[in-house]
């Protein structure tokens, strides 16, 4: 933590107040202690604690400035920190022997996360941590070792622990509204569809600059031209690292490239760009990077193509689901007899879908689909106007979508898996 946390003032030892033990505070503080400074995580949203006896709070940056923990923090004049400052500082001990590389953006993080993962293995033993969970990675297959992890600052902590344990050579880490500090290459995958966040008074694109503000000396960034800052290399559109359909761009060098054939190259075009852009970073060889997404097709709830026993299943289930995606997937998955599993998973996602948006894309497309089974409470009341089944959860819609056996298949829920 910050020098001045745990020094001893006036006989006493400093405390920290560590706020939102649903993102993360009980990890964070059960370091802090670890570090032989008092720490208590605290939970904000229903309950209000006393922070007088506190020196020092650590916050989230998604929580309201109307909070009353924050208020009364400011109030009392002491010092406030973001989990993602608090997580770099107490990792900031961290072999450097391991290479850390964190990933940050308003979408394709996942994606860019986990092609690098692929990429990197081929040469080193890797633990990504991602919404799918922590895999170790080598030579470009995952094993999954733990899943229904967040992308929480508080959790590079626990990464950081399994990758040393799984004696890895390298940890990615997928990190909601910013970067820690803690990493050598730091990745922007976009700021594209920006949006609102601590009850609308600030932009996620300024709390994820936190990449920026808490680098540390000598480390790296990648980042999308469409943030338009001046990274140490730029990728996607308008950037030096360029992905197209059938080869890499790295300025004034083209490189072919042979990806699989049903792969959504769209859907993938800026991770693509922006994993190509992070292994140039990382002193990889263009031709290493070339032969490890030879023939990729995708990853499973990415709008993933898989066709077997004469049907064909797209699969776009996944956390960062928006209704552009899920249109997208209806024009991927155009033809007949079309049954789709679509809606939100509610028990394991923080941010819904827009539902007046969804409605009106149901509405005017559901001539295209055979049958249509509905997923979450706040989609239920569109059924009967919609002619739609309805399921509480992901598994539930698959299944009752798999009774009729069809051969096209779409899945485009909004969730963790």
């Known amino acids: ?3 001045s946390t745990g020094d001893k003032a006036g006989g006493r030892v400093s405390r920290v107040a560590v ?15 670890e570090c032989g400074i008092q720490a208590e995580p605290l939970e904000v949203y229903h309950h209000t604690a006393g922070l007088d006896a506190f020196d020092e709070v650590v916050a989230p940056v998604h929580l309201p400035p ?9 109030g009392l004049g002491k010092r406030i920190i973001s989990h993602h400052q608090a997580v770099g500082e107490l990792m900031g001990s961290t072999p450097d022997d391991l290479v850390k590389i964190e990933v940050t953006g308003t979408h394709s ?4 996360a986990l092609l690098l993962a692929m990429i990197l293995s081929r040469q080193k033993r890797v633990l990504s941590h991602t919404t799918r969970g922590l895999e170790i990675w080598s030579d470009g297959r995952p094993q999954l070792l733990k899943e229904g992890l967040s992308i929480t600052p508080a959790n590079v902590i626990l990464a950081a622990e399994k990758a040393q344990a799984q004696g890895a050579e390298a940890l990615i880490c997928e990190i909601s509204l910013g970067g820690t500090g803690l990493a050598q290459l730091g990745i922007l995958t976009s700021f594209a569809n920006d949006y609102r966040i601590a009850g609308g008074t600030k932009w996620a694109s ?3 600059l936190q990449m920026l503000s808490l680098a540390r000396q000598g480390s790296r960034l990648a980042a999308n031209a469409d943030c338009r800052i001046s990274p140490d290399i730029s990728f996607a559109e308008g950037g030096l690292v360029r992905a197209q359909p059938d080869g890499l761009i790295y300025g004034e060098e083209r490189l072919g490239l042979s990806l699989g054939e049903d792969l959504d190259f769209a859907s993938y075009q800026t991770a693509i760009s922006g994993a ?9 060889e263009r031709e290493d990077t070339i032969r490890a997404l030879e023939g990729f097709g995708g990853f499973s709830g990415r ?12 699969d776009s289930s996944n956390s960062g689901l928006k209704v552009n995606d899920i249109e997208r997937a209806l024009d991927k998955a155009r033809g007949p007899n079309l049954v789709a599993v679509v809606g939100e998973d509610a028990q394991t996602v923080c941010e819904g879908l827009d539902i007046p948006r969804l409605a009106e894309l149901l509405r005017r497309r559901r001539t295209e689909i055979e049958d249509l089974v509905l997923v979450g409470e706040r989609l239920r009341p569109l059924a009967a106007e919609l002619g739609a089944e309805t399921a509480k959860d992901l598994v539930e819609g698959l299944e009752k979508a798999e009774s009729s056996l069809p051969k096209r298949l ?6 963790f898996r």
């Not at 706020?19 to 202690?33: E, K, M, P, Q």
């Not at 109307?66 to 400011?74: F, I």
């Not at 993080?109 to 860019?112: A, F, N, S």
């Not at 779409?410 to 969730?415: E, F, Q, R």
Request: glycine share 4%; proline share 2%; net charge positive.
């Open 1 to 3: 933590m910050h020098s």
């Open 19 to 33: 706020l939102d033990t649903i993102h993360g505070a009980n990890v964070i503080a059960r370091r802090i202690v």
């Open 66 to 74: 109307d909070n009353p923990h924050l208020v009364q923090a400011k």
């Open 109 to 112: 993080k996942t994606t860019t």
């Open 206 to 208: 300024t709390a994820k």
């Open 276 to 284: 190509a852009a992070a292994a140039e970073l990382l002193g990889l």
């Open 303 to 314: 709008m993933k193509i898989e066709r077997m026993d004469g049907r064909t299943v797209f």
């Open 410 to 415: 779409l899945s485009a829920v909004k969730c």
